[in-house]
């Protein structure tokens, strides 16, 4: 690898980290109030839910890439 490439990668992983660190604490945050106040406010349920459908999401796309499932169904083509 060149330095370029160094640069690029070491960016895209302290992005990475950051948001992965920022996501911890938006979720965090939301199931603590809820623990201790019986309600989030609303603004970070509404995070929280869309933070955690985000990674779950991606997830099971990641899944099913790295188990070689095809996008799709193949039952049309072969019927065709």
Do not use: C, H, Q
């Not at 920022?22 to 106040?37: C, D, E, H, K, P």
Request: aromatic share 12%; net charge positive.
């Amino acid at each position: 690898m060149n330095f370029r490439e160094n640069v690029a990668l070491i960016l895209v992983m302290g992005g990475m980290i950051i948001i992965g660190l920022m996501s911890l604490a938006i979720v965090g945050t939301a199931i603590y109030s809820s623990i201790r106040f019986g309600k989030p406010p609303e603004i970070i349920s509404n995070w929280g839910g869309l933070i955690i459908g985000f990674f779950l999401g991606n997830f099971f796309n990641f899944a099913r890439t790295a188990l070689g499932i095809p996008l799709g169904s193949d039952d049309k083509k072969e019927n065709s």
